[in-house]
């Protein structure tokens, strides 16, 4: 049976590509063409990804960029932050779509860029004419199904907004918010290091870039995009000993006329028909119950205190898959999108339990 | 649209149950009309397992077995040993077809049976009158696809078959083999105990029923019908701080006269073709590979010294997600065959890395 | 030799009672006379603590609390909540020191208590009372040298006091602290449940009793005393897979007046000679620095951003390892105050790394 | 208070350099004078051993190995293999005492250490002629006592060694034997690598250097040395998802004549005394007894079987934490007993549970 658009994993030998590739394999209307890496060249998927040993007959390909994307209706990359800005105007001239999962094209502030990302941009203009559409389909769901290219968000960034984005879009999010996201170690990617050493890594805890992550300014500008005001985000990510798996715990503070009722239903209105994000009846969020799959889950509890005169704390959680809903999974959602398929396409296993 | 045959889950509530579940729920050609059990009477199916919040509205009933078979194709049993004994004869009085996962009818020596599970057997005429089908595809794909009753094989025993069944198909195993199978924790089921306790568990190792555990004279029996002579299994389980996954090691001792490369090649040629069982190429088998799949990887070693006069040690490798391939999904391989689907419905994907 | 003191453990079999009972083995001043339990009644203390096997001769005693406290220096208790605050009577009649390892006597305030505990406090008047001392060194070493009854510090409650305590002694706390404080599985106990329940906490994040913890009183109360003012903790616990350690991230919101540096210099200054806190020069604590022993590690990360105005968040960590500085290597540096022997007896052990 | 003897330790970086220096630390008669090290060379010890962060002054320096002995009673090795082996003559003339934590002096045939560590040795006549002992004190604690020079034994070596010894001593084990040692991944070292990459690690269970390791003729050679006969080690290395810890399941063929209850009284009767190995009463050997600590557990399980005529199955296990008694512990035992004080000093701590 011949699929209807042909596709290309650009990057394809760390963990996000191995999570494009395994749900392009999968894909009943997208076939998946070719894997460039400049890595593994030559070598079988399986000698990056053991769990595709047997799966495919593909090869890593050693192509620039731009001739893996000839002929391809969509590229996904999988390149690191910087290198993908590098070779995003020979892959535009290719009249190729793309997703791109680096951090490269999701801010519109190049300084913002230059600050968090430590280096210049090679081509701020298409930070702000609109080439780039931000991956998140809760918010930006048409704006996608018309893009060429989408910037697909970062793990922690997913998680959070989705955390706040009810209190954003309801006009309720204003002024400081604390957030506290405990990470597992797959977000660090396939390079081994001192902070993925398991002999330490399994029995600790402890927070990296503290109130200085590069996902702030791109939580801070979807936040406004969403609704939000002068919002300002406290962030601290902790690592923590699972392989898998993003909780978010945010502290809003909201005008104290905002009932605890109005505040949970909310949630639950906010979300009620998205197709990968759920607000349980009967319980709070956790990562055990989306690791492996694309579902973020959301939650809140409204505080009863009133230390700030005229504020309400809430705190807002979340869980997802750093690899999936936070990365390759929903860079396909957006393909799925961009390509006029079910948005659900390969993306609507629950995964197991536990 | 209408799928062609209707299935009833009875013990759903547990680890293999929801396994189940999420695979029928995800089934083109099967319906699942029910979910019964004893725990959790009137609530959602997501009560017991958090992940399939908000996928179906199907809710845990108090039935019978019988009453919960009625109607349907085939009912999948998750029910604990000796309960799904007693409750056969009813269930087979419906006419539905049984894939049955607890060990109740994987023995043909009701003697043996008493021994290892301590219990008299309640139908002992059904263990040796040809009733159930041992459900490994590997060995008896023919005639599960005939059977009416199948006893889904033990984790356990599932991998470390699969482990030495190229042996003892080409007649080569004979006599001791000294086995070690490491499992992970999700093995031990949904109820926590001692022996589950993260505290403990997530900085132990410890064996339990070294050389007397119950898939003893299953794996006996199945090599045995495979070819194997004397067989005499030197089992020692293993707990490690894992969820999911179990990695066995087997030494056997084949005649000095079959060559490294001879052993090699049999375990290559054993698997040719099987959709779920892969010897890698470049690399032994390893349990990130498999998790979260129905897949199997097998391996060999063959040793190059000789203690024993004519023999040649050969360590045998083995790995699977104890609760797919080990368990729920090789009970869904076996009912796809059974009704005349694609065995593979439900079960390709190759899962994540890691 | 004979030591100088007698001590009893009460309520032995548990996590707490287990290093206690190590501690007292290693002391070179107290003598451990004897450990009474309910459970494991007659057998040796290997049998709850298999760490001591071959380490004494000792059994578990089904004694009453008054009659295991006869005769000796001190007892130490790990008796569950609201079962201590019953026995305490009998036990202060028999003249004994106690050190009780329950939150039955911390909080001054018996409606809080009973708010947090749901449950009515038995002698209410002890709480109020001056009876007990808080067993927190850093904050109270005096009292605790004079005292006589000692109520040891909560594990949560132990990790956040430290973290905010510079700024509570220098006057700089006020209003508002969100606190997100993350477990390893041993601070909930001995007993397995769903929540320690090895398959899914290996892979899991979740919270439990988000915003109404029962440390929230007792970290309020103890900021309160060391200088805070209107201090409102809005604490959220949250469950990670390991087995041993706390990490503790609080935003704390400072006169914009004081600078990073001050602030820096704060942390250094308060805990100068502490012999258990340190405030590491060159990094920010971390669970796998301290566990395994009585060290509390302290780091501070002062914020840039203004979002209120006049005001300035600081970023405040602290881990412990929730069975020692936040248990029962606390209760043993209490109970060397007391006997007036060098506090860090038993309790040097920097632990190894990894 | 000037203690009596002074140490270095050359190699101090890695996680056996960091417990020799913990240890060294506490030590009441043994002074650590320094550290040296080509790494961190100017830096606190704390650099590398974050739980040191305060305990001591000292810092790295980058000393010749030589020049570190120097005025030395004792120094403590913890370099890579072949890089001890190479430093070895240079040390020998400084007059000091030696304990060698790596594989260079450990086998007494040169064409074995060739095959297996894939290197000429530089001083083979070293190997042969008496000068190193092999530090293993249950087997050659007189000899150490008089010992110069120490070649303290291998983690795998050790755990798998003190199973077996009570069959080798009494003469029962001779011909094959197979055994699957299970790690922790502290066993790899303090350099990140694919194997120990926290991601994948976390959730896997693999084998490397299956029958290939270089601890096989290693404990050959011990077994022999305690009474064994022509021992045929096939060992099966595995990784497991714990820092700490080693679990060996060893699978000895003995006499039919030898009955169960002889088996199990020779193990108690062996090891009876023994400061560190322990053969507990009611249960076998489990990692987390003895992590943190020196001490090992050993227990047998023999079988019932017969498949070989005239032979009886005994399923052997031990465990240690690979760091402490299967590397820098057992070091500093050897210390202790060349220096004449008592073996258990700073040894005693029986750890936590968990």
Redesign the interface.
């Known amino acids: 049976m011949t699929k209807r658009f042909k596709a290309a994993v650009i990057g394809g030998s760390g ?1 996000g590509g ?2 494009l590739i ?1 749900r392009l ?2 894909h009943p209307d997208v076939e998946l063409v070719r894997v460039a890496s400049v890595d593994f060249i030559g070598e ?1 998927l ?2 990056a ?7 495919t007959d593909l090869k890593f390909e050693g192509m620039s960029p731009a001739e893996a994307a000839q002929g391809m209706d969509v590229v996904l990359l999988g390149l690191p932050h910087k290198v993908s800005a590098t070779k995003m105007p020979e892959l535009m001239a290719t009249g190729a779509r793309v997703v791109d999962l680096s951090g490269d094209f999701r801010l519109r502030d190049a300084a913002l860029y230059k600050k968090y990302y430590h280096a210049e941009h090679p081509c701020p203009e298409r930070l702000t004419d609109g080439t780039f559409v931000y991956g998140l389909p809760e918010l930006n769901r048409d704006a996608i199904k018309k893009a060429k290219y989408v910037a697909s968000p970062g793990c922690f960034a997913t998680t959070i907004e989705l955390a706040l984005m009810p209190l954003a879009k309801a006009g309720l999010l204003d ?2 918010v ?1 957030v ?1 996201g ?1 990470t ?3 977000g ?1 990617g ?1 390079v ?3 902070g ?12 990296y870039k ?2 200085d992550h590069q996902h702030i300014p791109e939580i801070t500008q979807t936040l406004r995009d969403a609704g939000a005001k ?1 919002v ?1 985000i ?1 962030f ?1 990510p ?1 690592s ?8 978010a ?1 945010c ?1 809003a503070h909201v005008s104290e006329g905002t009932s605890a009722d109005q505040i949970r239903a909310l949630y639950k209105e906010t979300y009620k028909g998205e197709p990968f994000v ?1 607000v ?14 694309n579902f973020c ?1 959301v939650g809140v ?1 409204p ?6 005169p005229g504020k309400r ?1 809430v ?1 807002c ?1 979340s ?1 997802t898959d750093n ?2 809903k936070g990365g390759a999974g929903q860079a396909i959602q957006s393909m799925n999108l961009m390509l006029g398929v079910d948005e659900r396409t390969t993306l ?7």
């Open positions: 963990y191995g999570e395994r394999l999968l079988p399986s000698a990804h053991p769990n595709l040993e047997g799966r002024g400081a604390e506290v405990i597992g170690s797959s660090s396939v081994p290091s001192a993925t050493h398991h002999p330490v890594r399994a029995v600790n805890l402890r927070t503290p109130l002068n300002d406290r601290v902790v923590a000993p699972l392989s898998r798996g993003i909780f715990t502290f759920r349980p009846e009967k319980r709070l969020p956790e990562v055990a119950a989306v690791s492996g799959t889950e509890q505080g009863t205190d009133g230390a700030e704390v705190a959680f869980v690899l999936i609507e296993d629950p995964g197991g339990w536990p």
